[in-house]
């Protein structure tokens, strides 16, 4: 795996020459959360009601849903994929936590769920720009990225430092 800062120069490059547009894959993987969501409220919907309606557009979703991961994971092994799925979900869940907890006033609790929320993402982008090589693994101190990575710093947070660099939504 190369060095974190060789990969920020390379993207930015890239970024430059319009050929890598990390801010459309960032709204795709938002939009996938939602979807996620939305399955999971057709599902609890269909259960409360009993109305298999709702469990027959939880179908439709989750299709849709699958074809636009494949934009996202196009190259996955093992269980890349599922990780991939549940990151995001996980995110999307903490998010709103975080948020319902805002408006309760309990600032710090959701500070600590957002938190939680972008870590989650991170490692997400980690995942999916194959900045965590399972293939290459070996043992190496537990913060570290790779062997090369003599940072004292933890692992997600090096991932969020990544991604606040590269992912940039607002870069059209």
Do not use: P
């Amino acid at each position: 795996m190369e060095n974190i800062d060789d990969f920020i120069k390379k993207v930015g490059k890239s970024k430059k020459e319009a050929k890598f547009d990390l801010s459309k894959d960032e709204d795709l993987s938002l939009a996938i959360m939602n979807l996620v969501s939305i399955e999971e409220h057709f599902f609890f919907t269909g259960l409360k009601t009993k109305k298999d309606k709702y469990f027959d557009l939880l179908k439709e979703v989750r299709e849709m849903r699958k074809t636009l991961m494949q934009k996202l994971a196009k190259d996955y092994e093992g269980e890349i994929w599922c990780i991939t799925k549940h990151l995001l979900a996980a995110s999307m869940r903490l998010f709103e936590v975080g948020t319902k907890l805002y408006s309760q006033d309990k600032k710090d609790e959701a500070k600590e769920m957002f938190q939680k929320s972008y870590d989650l993402y991170s490692l997400f982008w980690g995942v999916n720009l194959k900045m965590v090589d399972a293939g290459k693994i070996e043992k190496i101190d537990d913060n570290a990225l790779d062997k090369n990575d003599n940072s004292k710093r933890g692992v997600l947070d090096k991932l969020k430092n990544l991604v606040q660099k590269v992912v940039d939504c607002c870069r059209e």
